[in-house]
């Protein structure tokens, strides 16, 4: 796992230099992701991760079914963040709705059984989640946002005892993780946020099923009324 982060890591750098080479113009398309492969020495998993990144971060654009395409050729022209983040929720509309779909089937599910099952553990550990959610938030530290939002909806699927949810879940982590960068940014919902998991944790802190999983169907609720009304 190590490794691959590493590879991808080094490949936002290597297509990053490839952008202000000024080999490219900006609209123009990169190579496929098999030659930037060849070309950084990684695998085409890393390169397909460093395109998402720099998508969200709107250095290149992702075009379905046509590629990347540079977006910024100059470093003294760097892009906005919630430029670039409206454009990976609009190429990855798809993807996103589905994700939100999978989400709505399995979070409540989790929280109401979290409710029921979870022991003092879990529920020290949602409270140091949510509590580092505020904290991170307070001091300005955006970028490690989407790392706490993810380990907070992971440590209730922990909770809630059932290995294949769990399993199921992890599965989604990339574009989880992507999708949830890329809300932060194109959208002020981060306060919001912390407000709605403090109501999902009180409710499981309560050993209230049905408090819990109403909670978690309004957190997941309002997050797909943001991204809607951010795409449109």
Same mark, same amino acid.
């Given at each position: ?76 022209? !760097?892009? #906005? ?5 409206? +454009? ?5 509309? $798809? &993807?996103?709705?589905?994700? /939100? @779909? ?69 599965? !989604?982590? #990339? ?5 949830? +960068? ?5 959208? $002020? &919902?981060?306060?919001?946020? /912390? @407000? ?37």
């Amino acid at each position: 796992m190590n490794n691959k982060i590493s590879a991808a890591d080094e490949a936002v750098s290597k297509i990053k230099e490839l952008l202000f080479s000024g080999r490219l113009e900006r609209g123009q398309k990169l190579p496929g992701e098999t030659a930037l492969a060849e070309q950084i020495g990684v695998g085409r998993s890393s390169v397909r991760e460093a395109l998402k990144q720099l998508a969200a971060s709107g250095y290149v654009e992702l075009v379905a079914n046509r590629g990347a395409f540079a977006a910024v050729t100059n470093p003294d022209e !760097l892009p #906005s963040p919630k430029d670039g983040a409206l +454009s990976w929720l609009n190429v990855n509309r $798809d &993807s996103v709705d589905e994700l /939100l @779909m999978v989400r709505g089937c399995i979070e409540p599910l989790a929280a109401e059984l979290c409710a029921t099952r979870a022991d003092d553990n879990a529920l020290e550990r949602l409270r140091e989640l949510t509590d580092s959610f505020e904290d991170t938030l307070e001091r300005g530290e955006y970028d490690n946002l989407p790392r706490l939002d993810y380990e907070f909806h992971a440590a209730i699927l922990e909770g809630a005892g059932n290995r294949f949810l769990v399993g199921m879940y992890r599965q !989604l982590l #990339s574009m989880f993780m992507q999708y949830s +960068s890329s809300s932060f940014r194109a959208t $002020d &919902s981060k306060r919001d946020t /912390l @407000m709605e998991h403090r109501m999902i944790y009180n409710a499981i802190f309560a050993h209230s099923p049905t408090e819990a999983r109403l909670a978690m169907e309004l957190h997941l609720g309002i997050a797909a009324r943001r991204m809607k009304e951010v795409r449109n």
